[in-house]
């Protein structure tokens, strides 16, 4: 990843694969009618696969814009490997497979959250470890697709990876990280040929966004924000242009002005104790480390003293929950499975 750590990596940051059943006895006295029945459905099955078929071969060649210029694809992608760290949640939500996904966080079977598990069905992909990015793994699995939207390579591992397959990430307008999943849904479609399914799967999601913002009128023009205490007595926060910053917009929140001046280039900064105050806001969700406890924590006088801790206007939770972990992939698979849970957690202090 281009300028951080591992360990600050961890802070800061479909197709169902069912095994068919078929029953071989056939009811005596209706064999004719099976067999007619037979013939029709394959009929049917070879027309709808045959039409499948010549709308994904018409949706290419398609070019994706990206910060390091443009990407052509010629045909359909039968080899996926996705670099970036929630990239294959997204894959999986259109159907594909791929064949190697990149661990994050968690170390889940095959980089995979519960929320995806029945979307990668029995399906074994090569996990790429981190944090750096293995170029000769990625070539070895022989792709003719490299997924990395929510990546963070850099242009010379751009150029590494383009020279073994075409490769896409993300658009230059965003900071590394900072593409929105909606947009990322969008290019990930148009990228494996299922700009259609992506259109659908957008307005569903989308729909469920609606339905909360509804449930909970409460959220409308609070200000939020996501962060976390540093072992130092510091403070992280996730940036306005963060995914997990923009899920919370999407509910109705409000990123607050004060912070968003003090924010960097980045999807997350860092704010020293003395600036503990610029956290100020009407909720905040506050991520403790993995296996970090508030035992393991320095005494933070600042933080005792804002109106917000002193009024319990804070849900705390660690990367160790599987909520987190939804919220942090901000994937059509992810979203539904965690954003009702989040939206319950943070309605009692958001009154």
Not at 19 to 28: G, H, L, N, Q
Not at 133 to 155: C, H, K, M, Q, R
Request: glycine share 8%; hydrophobic share 40%.
């Amino acid at each position: 990843m281009k300028s951080r750590t591992w360990a600050v990596a961890l802070v800061v940051m479909g197709a169902l694969l069912l095994s068919a059943c078929s029953d071989d006895s056939e009811p005596a006295g209706e064999s004719e009618t099976a067999t007619a029945t037979s013939t029709a459905t394959t009929s049917t099955e070879a027309t709808a696969t045959e039409a499948a078929t010549e709308a994904v071969a018409g949706a290419f060649p398609v070019t994706i814009e990206h910060k390091y210029g443009s990407t052509t694809i010629e045909a359909e992608p039968q080899r996926v490997v996705s670099v970036g760290y929630q990239d294959h949640d997204f894959l999986l939500s259109l159907g594909v497979i791929p064949v190697g996904v990149r661990e994050w966080w968690g170390e889940k079977p095959y980089a995979t959250w519960v929320w995806a598990e029945e979307a990668l069905g029995d399906a074994q992909p090569v996990v790429l470890n981190t944090p750096e990015l293995d170029i000769e793994a990625v070539a070895a699995l022989n792709p003719d697709l490299i997924v990395g939207f929510y990546s963070g390579i850099t242009e010379d591992e751009y150029e590494l990876l383009s020279a073994i397959a075409p490769t896409v990430t993300q658009p230059d307008t965003y900071v590394d990280y900072g593409m929105p999943w909606d947009e990322q849904l969008l290019e990930t479609g148009r990228a494996v040929g299922r700009a259609a399914e992506a259109e659908a799967l957008l307005e569903e999601t989308e729909a469920q966004f609606a339905a909360l913002r509804a449930e909970h009128p409460e959220f409308e023009g609070k200000t939020a924000l996501i962060g976390g205490p540093n072992t130092d007595g510091s403070f992280w926060v996730y940036g306005p242009e963060d995914p997990r910053s923009r899920l919370l917009a999407a509910l109705g929140f409000e990123y607050p002005e004060a912070v968003a001046n003090a924010a960097t280039d980045s999807f997350y900064f860092s704010l020293s104790a003395e600036q503990g105050a610029l956290l100020e806001s009407d909720v905040f969700v506050r991520i403790l480390n993995s296996g970090v406890t508030e035992a393991d924590l320095p005494p933070t006088p600042v933080w005792d003293q804002l109106k917000m801790v002193q009024e319990g206007r804070v849900y705390t939770t660690s990367f160790d929950a599987d909520v987190i972990g939804a919220f942090s992939f901000s994937s059509p698979l992810s979203l539904p499975w965690g954003l009702t849970q989040l939206a319950e957690s943070l309605a009692p202090i958001a009154q």
